[in-house]
């Protein structure tokens, strides 16, 4: 008997046992999930905040062949696209020559340049200073920028511009002036040793739509100077270096921004 007492005894013990450490287990998972749909609820709070404050940037866009050259600015909620024509002729960048724009598109993906050939060719002839692309799922867009350009593409219908001539309106280039800058009136010196007459001069024109201003201007030559890029202005170095593909290596020698530029940059540029 007083076995048969001991085992039921054993069997309930295990039973609450079981229960016990059921319930607590249970607990452990509800506090997980918890904690789990927090951390979600918060991230999506945070990804959406972060969408909506992005600063403005611009962006060539593959579409069916035809470069879009798409603005968007989140905090003004302004927002504008302009066509260029995949026939309109250019000459193009990295020194391939002319070229349809529509053409470079499929050179860029097969000499594995993709879309940087393209917002690199936009940037010399219309005097557009962009260095964003996206080309189908490819792009060097990153994630905030690649969520809010598929929101605001699906509400851009129509076409604000349509360029026909490289002399781009200043009612167009308006558009592509950075906040930060536009109101400093940077001082640029630009130091030019590609041996050629206008490059340096187109290059002063596109960062005028920064609101830059050459200050400092010299000449000499290098056969193997690329570009190199420094000054006190650092956004405006950043947001330049990545335009023109130079490195970051001057000091600021007290510009706001300094540019040498050789011949190695004018045969690719």
């Not at 050939?117 to 792009?139: H, M, Q």
């Not at 593409?153 to 009612?171: I, M, R, S, V």
């Not at 308006?174 to 109101?183: D, H, P, Q, V």
């Not at 956004?235 to 490195?247: A, G, M, N, R, Y």
């Amino acid at each position: 008997m007083r076995k048969s007492n001991r085992r039921l005894l054993s069997r309930v013990k295990r039973h609450n046992e079981k229960r016990i450490k059921g319930v607590k287990n249970k607990r452990i998972f509800i506090f997980w999930l918890v904690i789990f749909l927090i951390s979600t609820l918060v991230f999506f709070v945070l990804m959406i905040f972060k969408i909506q404050t992005l600063k403005k940037f611009a962006y060539v866009n593959n579409r069916d062949g035809n470069a879009e050259v798409i603005v968007i600015d989140s905090q003004k909620d302004k927002y504008l696209k302009i066509l260029i024509d995949k026939d309109f002729n250019v000459q193009s960048s990295r020194n391939y020559g002319q070229y349809k724009i529509g053409n470079l598109w499929v050179l860029g993906q097969k000499d594995g340049l993709r879309g940087k050939l393209v917002a690199e060719t936009v940037t010399k002839n219309f005097a557009i200073p962009i260095y964003l692309w996206k080309d189908g799922r490819y792009s060097n867009l990153n994630l905030f920028q690649v969520i809010k350009s598929s929101i605001v593409q699906k509400q851009l219908f129509e076409y604000d511009y349509t360029l026909k001539t490289t002399n781009t309106p200043d009612g167009v280039l308006i558009n592509f002036a950075n906040s930060e800058t536009e109101l400093t009136s940077p001082k640029l010196e630009i130091v030019d040793l590609t041996g050629t007459n206008n490059l340096a001069e187109n290059i002063v024109n596109i960062l005028g739509v920064y609101g830059v201003k050459a200050t400092s201007y010299s000449k000499g030559y290098d056969e193997n100077l690329d570009c190199e890029i420094g000054g006190l202005n650092k956004t405006l170095v950043d947001v330049v270096s990545k335009i023109f593909s130079c490195q970051e290596k001057l000091d600021d020698g007290g510009a706001d921004l300094r540019i040498r530029i050789g011949k190695a940059f004018a045969d690719r540029f």
